[in-house]
Nanobody
Framework: QVQLVESGGGLVQAGGSLRVSCAASGRTSSSYAMGWFRQAPGKEREFVAAITWSGLRTYYAGFVKGRFTISRDNAKNTVYLQMHSLNSEDTAVYYC??????????????WGQGTQVIVSS
């Protein structure tokens, strides 16, 4: 089992920046990519970004448009999502996931509890 704990969500004004973090523990594996999904009210969960174990490859959803950056610190078993130029459409619960890369996204085998991001206009 892999446990994932997110932190860093909160309220931010439109145009602002926020960084969310995900700490992994348990049976972490070099075969796992890690990434982020989000779910806005009334919408399905969607892929945001992923990074391979090595950190050499990253994948982003089209709506990111260069505003978000995913990174990881394997010494700390932590993945980060730095978000800039936030707008109201980015308001969602952000979930950390661990699992295999699938195409240009990832499949979540393990999930965190989520952290709320609210962008005020």
């Amino acid at each position: 089992q892999v446990q994932l704990v997110e932190s860093g969500g909160g309220l931010v004004q439109a145009g602002g920046s926020l960084r969310v973090s995900c700490a992994a523990s348990g049976r972490t594996s070099s075969s796992y990519a890690m990434g982020w999904f989000r779910q806005a009210p009334g919408k399905e969960r969607e892929f945001v970004a992923a990074i391979t174990w090595s950190g050499l490859r990253t994948y982003y959803a089209g709506f990111v448009k260069g505003r978000f950056t995913i990174s990881r610190d394997n010494a700390k078993n932590t993945v980060y999502l730095q978000m800039h130029s936030l707008n109201s459409e980015d308001t969602a619960v952000y979930y950390c996931a661990a699992g295999p890369i699938a195409g240009r996204a990832m499949h979540g085998d393990y999930w965190g509890q989520g952290t709320q991001v609210i962008v005020s206009s």
